[in-house]
């Protein structure tokens, strides 16, 4: 039965996999960006700054990611209008951005300081430092934690399919409540999410052997 849900499902699940992959990737970039700027903010001398980043990462860490997506997709709709996938993708993003901005933070305070002295001592000013010495080298170092993140965060989208996305798992719902064989649907929706953290992974070790990362 397993095989046979596979064959007559994989068109739409195959469609529902690209969502995933859409979403996934969609929210990690938006998330890369929000958790440099967090990551700068944490290491910065400005207080205010620092609190803002302490706020933002507690509050992100300490609550659902489900109750994040809710309140996106259904508080944020009364004052302007998302669809599934940006209420999704601007969640997944806001709630891994939380976690990058704290792997980011340890990668670049990883760097010897005498490197950023050294620069500033040949005249750079510490964001062209920063730019050309310090973050080349601390986003080679968070490429395996990044990868670890987008691979925990192509799980966790998942949890869109509770606002009606139709990604794999939602796809996998809406098979599983029509053929009412939801055990063997489910296998088949674990299989896909399996392939896709596989190959992934794959992807990830090539990189790091590429760039001669000691992970």
Do not use: C
């Not at 938006?30 to 910065?44: D, P």
């Not at 950023?116 to 001592?121: D, K, R, T, V």
């Not at 040949?122 to 062209?128: A, H, Q, V």
């Amino acid at each position: 039965m397993i095989v046979q849900i596979f064959l007559d499902t994989y068109e739409v699940f195959i469609f529902a996999a690209v969502l995933t992959l859409r979403l996934t990737m969609t929210s990690l970039l938006i998330g890369i960006i929000i958790g440099l700027i967090m990551a700068f903010f944490r290491i910065s001398k400005n207080k205010w700054l620092n609190k803002v980043a302490m706020v933002y990462i507690g509050l992100i860490r300490g609550t659902p990611l489900i109750v994040q997506i809710a309140i996106l997709y259904f508080g944020i709709a009364s004052i302007i209008t998302l669809s599934q996938f940006w209420a999704g993708a601007l969640a997944l993003a806001i709630h891994s951005g939380a976690y990058i901005a704290e792997i980011f933070r340890g990668s670049i305070q990883s760097i010897d300081r005498g490197q950023m002295e050294a620069a500033q001592s040949l005249g750079m000013t510490y964001p062209l430092a920063m730019r050309r010495i310090v973050l080349p080298q601390a986003f080679k170092f968070s490429i395996p934690s990044l990868g670890n993140q987008f691979i925990i965060g192509l799980k966790d989208s998942s949890l869109v399919a509770y606002v009606g996305m139709a990604d794999l798992w939602g796809s996998g719902l809406s098979e599983a409540a029509s053929n009412y064989r939801q055990l063997d649907t489910y296998i088949v929706v674990g299989f896909y999410y399996f392939i896709l953290v596989m190959l992934f992974t794959y992807l990830l070790r090539k990189l790091e052997t590429r760039l001669d990362i000691d992970s």
